[in-house]
């Protein structure tokens, strides 16, 4: 589970604004900012940034996506020439 959420810190204790779906002592891993932080930051969405770090899977080589792209028929430059000339 990855998600955001607001939480307040009391007595030495971060205290989440809503309930979440956790067992007792069930160990997660906490990122905290500071909620009047106005930087960049704040724009992205760190949920999705998260699960895809979580992605198992490996990225292509250049060689495996060059592999790939030579199997599609045609050539580029004809198509794009004929979909220009189409629109007259």
């Known amino acids: 589970m990855v998600k955001t959420l607001s939480a307040v ?8 604004l809503e309930s979440l779906p956790l067992e007792e002592h069930q160990l997660v891993r906490v990122t905290v900012s500071d909620a009047s932080d106005d930087s960049a930051d704040s724009w ?5 940034m998260a699960s895809v ?3 198992q899977e490996s990225e292509p080589t250049l060689e495996e996506v060059r592999q ?3 199997k ?3 050539n580029l430059s ?3 020439r004929a979909e220009r000339d189409s629109r007259g």
């Open 9 to 16: 810190y009391e007595n030495g204790v971060l205290r989440p």
């Open 44 to 48: 992205l969405d760190h949920e999705y």
């Open 53 to 55: 770090a979580a992605i």
């Open 68 to 70: 790939i792209l030579s």
């Open 72 to 74: 599609i028929p045609g």
């Open 78 to 80: 004809d198509d794009i």
